[in-house]
């Protein structure tokens, strides 16, 4: 079983919808949770991180953390062209000192 | 400018050949890593480095160097390249934790190996 797994999508909404994005990973010791966005031919870029459960909010950009379910997710709302991308789920753990991705979900919305 | 700067952007090259990619931060940060991009696998950290003269192995470290003689710079080599090592190579740094950002990534280089 793989630590993180990620629905691979790729996911094709109108604009304006609200996406939900998931992970689930399998190892207790990590601590960090991030997601990154990652446009076509650059780095990816943080969005959003956390190290509790529970729900934080960035604008239109929510992430969910269930530590017990072990499983995060994002939400994006009132979807925008320019949302457009790769997105990423994370773990870190201090142990490790390095992060553990997800396999990516291909976001597009389309006008 | 401050940031993480990767280059070549672009690389083409033969197998068997050697190939170097080119790290370069401006953040002091001590932590660095070499991540390798494929479809289907997401991103596979290759090796890091904790501090100068400090390196470790990832999930995929074989057929590739590192060394870290700078805090700042971080080259990867290929001393062979195999068409299997055809990916997109992302380089990235850290200070661990000490704000919000864990890891801040290059743009890549895209390396075809014929």
Known sequence: ?111 | DAGITQSPRYKITETGRQVTLMCHQTWSHSYMFWYRQDLGHGLRLIYYSAAADITDKGEVPDGYVVSRSKTENFPLTLESATRSQTSVYFCASSDLGQDEQPQHFGDGTRLSIL
């Open chain 1, 1 to 111: 079983q793989k630590e993180v797994e990620q629905d691979p999508g790729p996911l094709s909404v109108p604009e304006g919808a609200i996406v939900s994005l998931n992970c689930t990973y399998s190892n207790s010791a990590f601590q960090y949770f991030m997601w990154y966005r990652q446009y076509s031919r650059k780095g990816p870029e943080l969005l959003m991180y956390t190290y509790s459960s529970g729900n934080k909010e960035d604008g239109r950009f929510t992430a969910q953390v269930d530590k017990s379910s072990k499983y995060i997710s994002l939400f994006i709302r009132d979807s925008q062209p320019s949302d457009s991308a790769t997105y990423l789920c994370a773990w870190w753990g201090t142990s490790y000192g390095k992060l553990t991705f997800g396999q990516g979900t291909i976001l597009t919305v389309h006008p």
